[in-house]
């Protein structure tokens, strides 16, 4: 359930959300107060009710005392807009005197309230149009006896106000409802117009882009805050950036004149006459300082892909040449291994030099886990250059068929350190596909092994 909740959520976006939270909100805020407001409404109006009935109710328990029953008659005659009855009823309940609109009816109530107490009640009265009317009986104490004053006034109006009231409120409160969440909807969505910019903008900054900046609102707002303050940050990164690259780049060229002399050194050693134990090790030695000359020249080189980019010289590149060429090199270095080729005249539009780098890189990490078979192939269809190294060695798993790519990436022990590399050969090779247009991916081989398949735009 959870996670359909945040689903939707996510559908939604925000100005969604806040329009419909909004419109919520003003859904259940609006009944609550037109509930309220009807019910007070309708208590305030029966409460003046209540007091009109009791206080005619008075005025003609004060009348039943004058004699010429001159102001009983006026108190028990209602105006033209008064919709009010009387009746002055014995204790045996026979009707004394009554109003015109119910003369000759039976009591209108059947409250007995003793003398000078006041009772009240609402109910339909058949006699007067069949209106539910507030009754007030005042009991009474006169020269004749006891009598029960009934004076009922008609809430029909009351009926009918809190009616159109309540069918006011059925219109208007969806309405209300639509025209809150429409206005959330479009305000919210001018809101985050900054914040939409700004992940347009955040969506272009690479390592390569560090110094762009994304846009401030003039809104001395939240927003603008926190564009100023990602900002900020992003000046932070970028010094940090410089200083790493600047580190690398000059501890590599630092690196480089002390290496040379060592290697010089070894080279001379070599070509003494030394035992055959220090010889072994002058061997190691020498193996070990190209190894490092290796990462140097690799270090070097992502230091200027990641500060200016890939500067590629755009030439005519004959890959089937650049594959015979590293052939030859492999077989050379390592006449242990069969290196087969199947390869057909392809050309494309490159720098042969790096392109005759990532064919190095590939060969090298083929031959440093094959069993003893390497192959590469060079094919060309739909305008497109395919070339393939395969070794018949452990193989990658499909899951990390995507991180080999990354810098100073190594798998299991089989591709481990002990071989040999530094783990930037492949994520060189993948930079200089990429640079060149084309993609570096890695597969199972039919052998079993890894196989690197590399496209480029023909």
Request: glycine residues 8%; aromatic residues 2%.
């Amino acid at each position: 359930m959870k996670g359909f909740v945040r689903r939707i959520r996510q559908r939604l976006g925000v100005r969604m959300r806040s329009a419909l939270a909004a419109s919520a909100v003003v859904a259940v805020a609006s009944v609550l107060t037109g509930v309220t407001f009807v019910i007070a409404a309708r208590w305030i109006l029966t409460n003046n009710v209540d007091q009109s009935t009791g206080d005619r109710a008075t005025q003609v328990a004060e009348a039943l005392d004058d004699p010429s029953r001159a102001s009983l008659r006026a108190v028990m005659t209602p105006s033209a807009r008064d919709r009010t009855v009387v009746q002055i009823v014995d204790p045996a309940g026979r009707v004394v005197v009554a109003s015109a609109a119910v003369a000759g009816a039976r009591p209108i109530s059947a409250l007995r309230p003793p003398a000078g107490d006041t009772r009240r009640e609402q109910r339909r009265l058949e006699v007067a149009h069949n209106e539910y009317f507030r009754i007030t009986a005042l009991g009474v104490d006169t020269a004749a006896g006891p009598r029960t004053v009934l004076v009922a006034q008609s809430i029909d109006e009351i009926d009918d106000g809190t009616e159109a009231a309540v069918g006011a409120l059925a219109i208007g409160l969806p309405l209300l409802t639509v025209i809150v969440g429409l206005a959330t909807f479009l305000f919210v969505g001018r809101t985050l117009r900054p914040v939409d910019a700004m992940r347009r903008q955040a969506d272009t900054i690479t390592g390569r882009s560090l110094h762009t900046r994304l846009p401030v609102p003039p809104t001395a707002d939240e927003v603008a805050a926190l564009a100023t303050t990602m900002n900020t940050m992003l000046d932070r990164i970028e010094a940090a950036t410089a200083a790493q690259h600047r580190f690398v780049a000059d501890a590599s060229h630092e690196l480089r004149s002390p290496l040379a002399t060592i290697h010089a050194g070894l080279d001379l050693l070599a070509a003494a006459d030394l035992p055959p134990s220090a010889g072994a090790h002058v061997t190691r030695m020498h193996r070990e300082s190209e190894r490092m000359a290796r990462l140097i020249a690799d270090l070097l080189l992502l230091a200027r892909v990641d500060e200016k980019g890939l500067q590629l010289r755009r030439e005519d590149v004959d890959l089937d040449d650049l594959v015979y060429a590293e052939r030859e090199r492999l077989a050379a270095q390592r006449p242990d291994l069969r290196v087969t080729v199947g390869v057909v005249p392809v050309r494309v539009s490159g720098d042969a030099h790096h392109l005759q780098r990532v064919l190095r890189n590939l060969l090298d990490n083929a031959a440093a886990h094959t069993k003893g078979n390497v192959e590469m192939t060079v094919r060309a269809f739909d305008g497109t250059a395919e070339i393939a190294v395969a070794d018949d060695g452990p193989g990658i798993p499909e899951a990390e068929r995507e991180r080999i790519f990354d810098r100073f990436v190594r798998l299991d022990d089989d591709r481990s350190r002990s071989s040999g590399g530094t783990g930037l050969g492949l994520a060189i090779a993948h930079d200089i596909v990429t640079a060149h247009g084309g993609t570096l991916t890695a597969e199972a081989a039919p052998s079993g092994g890894a196989l690197m398949r590399i496209h480029l735009p023909g």
